[in-house]
């Protein structure tokens, strides 16, 4: 007599099964199946690269969902596996796909730019993990974001209180930076042209870069604030393949932008939260957006053209280099704007090989910081990017995404890299002259 724990993973099953369905009547599926396992693709792979062993393979990826879906699908799959190499869906193949979608692919898509038939990887390990995430096999530390930010509002949980306090003490170091007592952090400033949304880690664990894009909005003139209720660019549903969570909580950033009355979303540096907020939010909630949404580059850029910006570039004398997010440069479309800023508030900018939109993912994408039990593997396979900034020479790494920060930070320490990790928004704040 099966226990409870079978009924469990029977209806655990039964929706990964719809959800495979689903994903085999979609793009993804075509571009699974088109797949020759050529295997050049481990070449353009920062994880194969680190670590060359066929599973790290993207098409080896590709096919862990590709065998399923013959499974499922294919007359042969199911009347006869073993000549198309198709696979049931069970515990043991769900747990197999989790390690190659989850554990060992950040969904850079630099594999799609290099594949000889022109697969959209990034699209296939994307529709896998709808199915786990059907399944309930979403890695636990990535649920768990996602929870906090449908529960509290922010990755971090920090509550309003906090939020205003901490705008509080830094309008105060801010004002006292610049000379200018009024010069501050805002926070539900109704009227406001700009709602600015930012990674929460600034709130909590690095406040400098707040101060920094504080700072520049008052030294441009900008009508601009915080939301103490939905303050978070980040959205972990994107990456969890969760929809339903990712739309609510971009539904929430435009109710704020609606109830305090501002005209444009600024989303502050981060790759996913990017291209989730302004490329895929549209989709989940099936309709344009009633306001306008670009991200802080695109603004920092508009004020130096505009000439709403004095800076020095002899202020940010060490060489820099520019490190490119996969999700903001490849997948969003953000490729020369922080390249123009650089070369106006540096005195000398210094590209990494190979760089825009071929650049190698530094391996913390796709999620993976939240997930403890791939650390080390991320770790290791960020070694291609430490590689990339120890050839350039540079001092300062310009990283305009928070998540690929947090992993460039932890690379520079376990490769002995002698580098900084800055925001761009805190070199442009560095070069401003005030008087």
């Known amino acids: 007599m099966p226990d409870a724990r079978d ?19 979609g793009r993804a599926a075509l571009h699974a199946k088109a797949c020759v396992r050529c295997g050049l693709c481990g070449q353009s792979c920062h994880v ?3 670590e060359p062993v066929p599973a790290n393979l993207p098409a080896a990826k590709v096919e862990k969902l590709a065998s399923l879906i013959r499974g499922r699908r294919t007359l042969l799959g199911r009347h006869a596996p073993w000549l198309s190499r198709a696979r049931d869906v069970t515990p043991e193949t769900l747990e197999e796909l989790t390690d190659a ?37 979403t890695p636990g530390g990535l649920r768990r974001i996602v929870d906090a930010q449908l529960r509290d509002g922010n990755q971090m949980s920090i509550t309003p209180e906090e939020i205003v306090e901490t705008a509080g003490w830094l309008s105060e170091e801010l004002a006292r930076e610049t000379g200018d007592p009024g010069a501050r952090v805002r926070v539900d400033e109704a009227g406001s042209r700009v709602l600015y949304l930012v990674n929460p880690r600034e709130i909590k664990f690095f406040p400098l870069s707040l101060q920094a894009a504080a700072g520049v909005f008052h030294a441009a003139g900008e009508s601009w ?73 695109e603004l920092l850029e508009e004020y130096l053209a505009g000439g709403r910006l004095r800076v020095d570039p002899s202020r940010n004398a060490l060489p820099v280099t520019l490190h490119d997010p996969c999700n903001l440069v490849r997948w969003g479309g953000i490729v020369e704007p922080q390249r123009r800023i650089l070369r106006q508030v540096t005195a000398r900018f210094v ?47 310009a990283c305009p995404c928070h998540n690929c920060a947090d992993q460039l930070i932890e690379l520079a320490r376990v490769n002995e890299l002698d580098v900084e990790i800055r925001s761009v928004v805190e070199l442009v704040y560095d070069a401003i002259v005030w008087k």
């Open 7 to 25: 009924g469990a993973i029977r209806a655990d099953l039964d929706a990964a099964l719809l959800a495979l369905d689903r994903a085999a009547g």
């Open 48 to 50: 194969y690269l680190a």
């Open 101 to 137: 979608v989850f554990g060992r692919c950040t969904g850079c898509g630099r594999c799609a730019l290099h594949c000889t038939v022109g697969l959209d990887v990034g699209a296939v390990m994307r529709a896998a993990r709808t199915v786990l995430a059907a399944a309930g096999l």
């Open 225 to 297: 604030t915080l939301s103490s209720r939905a303050c978070d660019v980040t959205n972990y549903g994107y990456f969890a393949a969760d929809d339903p969570a990712a739309g609510e909580l971009t539904r929430r950033a435009l109710e704020e932008a609606k109830r305090l009355g501002a005209s444009e979303i600024v989303l502050s540096e981060c790759g996913h939260g990017f291209r989730s907020f302004r490329w895929e939010g549209p989709e989940w909630l099936g309709h344009p957006y009633p306001v306008g949404v670009r991200s802080v580059l």
């Open 351 to 397: 590209e990494m090989t190979p760089n825009r939109e071929h650049n190698f993912c530094c391996g913390g994408g796709g999620g993976m910081l939240s997930m403890e039990e791939y650390g080390e593997r991320r770790v290791a396979s960020g070694s291609v990017k430490a590689a990339q900034i120890r050839e350039t020479g540079a001092r300062v790494v």
